[in-house]
């Protein structure tokens, strides 16, 4: 049934043979093919849907014509939430690109959790490698109120591939940026103005909807009085059809009079007509199915059942069957005659009269209705009657039951109206559904207070019920807040009262841990932590969780210093966030900026630049917490190539992005340390002072971690201002923490300052002594900007270093670099020293180098090797960049330069 | 939590007439006969999302929206729109 009723939401509607042609019409919407959108906006009952789903039709069938691929999506109240809108689009957009592949299915599913605008943008990608002509169409758009999918659908026509065309059937003008399509000339429009019978095509529809010849006359008549509408034509056609009498003509041309001259409603007037006529059976039908969507013939004999007696199937059947041949108010939604809708119009008129004479049964059969669902799997439409029913109990009972999955799939916000819709005091009484709520508002991005306050009045009548999922969300909100005692206690507790089928949950727990292991430095459990999260990633077939897990275990071996190990592991991360069709999943960003960093210590600029932007291109608004650290790291790169102004630049585009993203602090405060340390670099000590002096206020609640940070850039400042002894102070418990940590990467930085403030006090032999530890620490990974960023008195320490033999060859190799930074056309990039690669090349790697070398094309090295195509460009594209070339010759006269291929 | 304010009161009018029945329809608003063939749905809106839902109602039966007023200045800010 679910998979039946779903299906129905992408099938073009069912056509009857078009009762009027509307070749002007038919025409403008082929013409509008040349632009991006169509907008069909007219209010109920205009034939919006009937003659875009005809147009279409004939598109399809003209074989002449290159083939248009045609994508129909039929939106419901339940998919005004970005995650659902966004799966159902993809469904829908599936059939224009047959040769997606699995993985691509896959991934899409994953995308939902990543939000709209990432899960659009892989789309947009998709559809632009894969498809051809394609039209789709969205009906019902009004039912969208979500500004997030409005500016979903706008970011969608914006960057669509030329061949894809877009049309949304509304009833409204959607917010959308409408004008600015229209100035292009890429919007098409028809509206109520155009949809709007003439008199002649008024007369000719009542001739071959209802077999009704009037006088032109009398046709034009009832068309001025219904305005060109067509539902209203085509009630007054069946009011006409249910006028009995001898004289037939007089009859009908008294009827049309009479209506004409009535200023009554005109359904009102004529829907009583209709009914008046019709039999006891079709009466009852109507009245107790009126308040569901979308009927089909079981639920509607659930509906209909007296008293406990059943109500045979056929005989609904039957009864559908004859609604839908006489055309009355029911429309079928497939082929098989299983599912109908009631056309919205007359839906309301129907539940107006069953408010109105029989209220007493609104509860009753919104609550069949709502069993009837939850025993055929459409929990969400169960969820929705039970609320319908004011069955409080029931709809919290079937919420608490999909939570999780909701969760899952990042349907948020419908889980949020949910829960928005039940009185406070009904939830709290389920403490695994006051739990689910906190975690909604966390995930939604509310206000820290108010989920820490709805959690504590949780804990507090909860007792010990449901103390996993409550310590879970608790756990995150310290986690926040950089509670890591607090976090990891929770956490722990949440993994332990949490059942192993909460996949989604304990993933979050370990996370939580993960994350809180290594801020406390404990880093073989942070790497066993986060390998298990890659595990669970592998497992339940999320990439997002495993390239994350992936990135973050790189992320702890850049602080220990081992960057090449990091840099293995985040080409790993690379590899898997590629589809096999060869499309970058956005959470590579991660892994690119990650990459970006390294390539940066290493002194490789240029290449730590197009990675970083690389990485932040894939971002777009992923989120805004996620942009702000890619902003900083490419800043950090500018920095490095001693572009001020354009680092400048970037701090303020990140700045004005953490303020945007509310939920947390730390955003914010990055940001802010970023600034100062790159006031001190350019020599700006006032204005860094002037932060220090803001900051020390708020010291004393600052969590650990970010109290080093802030440390790291105060040191700087005592330097600047000829303070070393202050700087010293702050450096040595820094220096002791790192050691214990083994945060090598860390120690680096710290032994370079200690060597600087005793340089700054005229100390030469202890500022050796420290960076000669520094030296050592450093020479194995070829870290370099950490002492090049330094400048000047590093310059002269490092001579002074060399004169005394210390760590001479990465010494030399650092001094000449110093050299090349002060030439202003080193621009260009140095070659890579013969004889050795910074990254070397793994196995696989050097097959595909050696096959290139041989003269094998992509696709016989792929078939040669029994891999993908799109694998075998990953390899080569990596190659090149590892022996920095551009093209496959350069790559193989760079191998045999270096001797690692046989010629 | 609760304010003694009470909801302001507004009075809707839309074209043709519409019947007493429909009150249930449109939040127990009142339903009368209006200046030449229009009619007035006048009562108590609780808040703009109330409105707003009514508003709805009327634009998806496709009836012709003449005028919005709030007719009760009980907030004691500027008039109608």
Partial sequence: VTESVLRTKFQVPRQRPLLVARPDLVHKLSQGLTGRLTLVSAPAGYGKTTLVAHWVSTLVDQTDLPGWRLCWLSLDQEDDDPARFLLYLMTALQSAMPSVDDTDRHELRNLQAAGLTVGLAYLINLLDKMAGPTILVIDDFHLIAEPAIHRGVDFLVEHLPQAVHVVLISRADPPLALSRLRARGQLSEIRQSDLQFSNEEAAAFLTRSAGLSLAAEDASCLNERVEGWAAGLQLAALAIQAQSGARLEVGRTQFIRSFAASDRYIMDYLVEEVLQQQPDDIKHFLLHTAVLDRLTAPLCAALLADEGAAVDERQVQHILDRLEMANLFILPLDNERCWYRYHNLFADLLRKRLQQHRPELLPELHGRASHWFENHELPDLAVNHAIMAGDIERACHLVDLTAEGMMMQSQIVTLLRWLDNLPPAAIQQRPSLAATYAGALLLQGRPLAEVDRWLQQTVALAGHESRGEISIYQALLAVYRLDTVEAMRLAGEALRLLPEKSVFLRSLATEVKAFVYTIEGDLALAQQAFGEAVEIGRATGSLLIAVGSLCNQAGLLVFQGQLHRAQAIYEQALALSVTQSGIQLPIASKALIGLGEIYREWDELAEAERLTRQGLDLYLDYTEAAVVFGLLSLARVKQSRGEFDAAQQLVERARQSAVRFDVTELDDFLVDCFQAQLWLAQGHVAAAASWASGRSASRSSLPAPLCEMEDMVLIRLHLARGEPDKALALLRPLVTLEEQRAFNGRLIKLLVLQALAHWVSRAPEPALAALTRALALAAREGFKRVFLDEGQPMAEMLQLAIGQHVVPEFTAALLGSFARDRTPSSEAKPPVPAGSLIEPLSDREMEVLQLIADGLSNSQIADRLVISLSTVKGHASNVYRKLNVQNRTQAVARARALGMIVS | ?81
Avoid: C, K
């Avoid at chain 2, 939590?1 to 127990?28: C, K, R």
């Avoid at chain 2, 808040?47 to 003449?66: E, H, K, M, P, T």
């Fill in chain 2, 1 to 81: 939590m609760a304010t003694a304010i009470p909801p302001d009161v507004y009075q809707i009018e839309i074209q043709g007439h519409l019947d007493e029945s429909w009150s249930d329809w449109f939040n127990g608003l009142t339903i009368g006969a209006g200046t030449t063939g229009t009619t007035t749905l006048t009562g108590p809106v609780a808040d703009q999302a109330a409105l707003q839902g009514i508003l709805i109602r009327i634009w998806s039966l496709n009836l012709v929206l003449l005028s919005v007023n709030r007719v009760s200045l009980t907030r004691g800010t500027t008039s109608d729109r």
